[in-house]
Structures are given as structure tokens and as C-alpha cells.
């Protein structure tokens, strides 16, 4: 079992940065791949940005530019700097992790927190 807490969401001006922190604990397999993914009202949920274990990212499209994913491996955090913040940016942000076998993967997700880009 994993257990993900987020921190660091809040209310930020459009044109400003947060930076938001996952810790993780538990049972962390060797290969795995965490990340962000995020919510907005009446959205389905979607990917942002995924950091694997070898330090491999991925970003979606809309965050490209403007925001950095990054890790510890040593403390299992990862880390989601948003800068250019957008109020199309505005969602519940959540913590995710994939813990991968040979054969097998599975998910675990933290409980989110909320990110609001407003004037």
C-alpha cells in the first residue's frame, strides 16, 4: 500500500507560481512513475506531468514551458513548479504514483489539493 499527501495549492493571481509537493510512503516499488494529474469543475480528470524513476518527464501540452516536474528519490517526493499560472489552470490537483512490475502495475492517488488562478 502507498500513501501520497499534497501540499502547497492555494489562490495565486494569473501570471503567478506555486509550487506544489507530494510525499509518498509505503510500499514504493523500484520502477515507478509519479506525477499530476488535475480536475476541473464538470472536467474529466487529466494528466499534467509525469516523472519517472530514471528521471524521464512527461508533460501535457496545455503546461509546457510553464511548468517543471521533478523528484527525490531518496525522500519519494515529487515536486510540481507552475509558473505563467492561467485561470484555465484553476482544478484539484492530485498526486499520483504507478508502481510497475513485469507484469503488473498499480495506482495510487493522493487527496488532492486545490489550485485557483484568479484576479
Known amino acids: 500500500q502507498v500513501h501520497l499527501v499534497e501540499s502547497g495549492g492555494g489562490l495565486v493571481q494569473p501570471g503567478g507560481s506555486l509550487r506544489l509537493s507530494c510525499a509518498a510512503s509505503?510500499?514504493?516499488?523500484?520502477?515507478?512513475?509519479m506525477g499530476w494529474y488535475r480536475q476541473a469543475p464538470g472536467k474529466e480528470r487529466e494528466s499534467v506531468a509525469r516523472?519517472?524513476?530514471?528521471?524521464?518527464?512527461y508533460y501535457s501540452d496545455p503546461v509546457k514551458g510553464r511548468f517543471i516536474i521533478s523528484r527525490d528519490n531518496a525522500k519519494n517526493m515529487v515536486s510540481l513548479q507552475m509558473n505563467g499560472l492561467k485561470p484555465e489552470d484553476t482544478a484539484v490537483y492530485y498526486c499520483h504514483l504507478e508502481n510497475w512490475t513485469t507484469t503488473s502495475r498499480d495506482d495510487y492517488w493522493g487527496q488532492g489539493t486545490q489550485v485557483t488562478v484568479s484576479s
Open positions: 509505503g510500499s514504493i516499488f523500484r520502477f515507478n512513475v
Open positions: 516523472i519517472a524513476n530514471d528521471g524521464a518527464t
